[in-house]
């Protein structure tokens, strides 16, 4: 299918992106992008997610319908879909495992241990980030969980297996990524600080209304 060149060459460069950023394994992530209400686009499975190109980004309808049949789809793909379809509000689904974020996902607890007032950046882009518990990656009962949670949040660790983030543009899901994992190594380097008796100091609730009042 020659269709939608553009978007799914998009599709195609951020994934490469993702990986050379450090932000995912050569067989692991994927991402997608609404192309119409019925249609969206994602990396396919078994090939080198650094090395895609347009034509090798699938195009699946809403319903399923894997309109690209000489392309597997990803295990993920339904997790995609499912958001999508909740979602109306977005456009992009960029999965991956990030290194020092996918390390917090195994963090014990329901409340994610990471820092996001360590930096302004990153707490104007993801006050929150949700925690899914753990299943197998590619089962119904993972879709089901990601899908719901994802109804209300737009950054989301998955136990023991890596991180997605929810957002308008393919650019701005990328960015989300990006700040999470940056947030991550900020949160060990700042414990490490304490270690050491340097004090850090996040931002304060006042300055986070602030922020909010802003932006």
Known sequence: MEKYLKERECVAKTMKKLYERGLTTVSGGNISLRLTKDLFCITPSQLDKSELKADLIAIVGMDGTNYTPDLKLSIESEMHRHL????????????????????????????????????????????????????????????????????????????????IALASTLLKAFDRIDLLERAAKMTIISKQMEKVQIEVEALTGSQCKELDRLF
């Open 84 to 163: 999508l379809i909740n979602r109306p509000d977005i456009n992009a689904v960029v999965h991956s495992h990030p290194i020092y974020a996918s390390t917090f996902s195994d963090a014990k607890g329901e409340q994610c241990s990471i820092n996001v007032r360590l930096n302004a950046e990153i707490y104007l882009f993801m006050p929150e980030i949700a925690i899914v518990s753990y299943c197998p990656m590619g089962s119904k009962e993972l879709v089901s969980k990601v899908s719901e949670k994802g109804k209300t949040s737009d950054v989301m660790l998955l136990r023991n297996h890596g991180a």
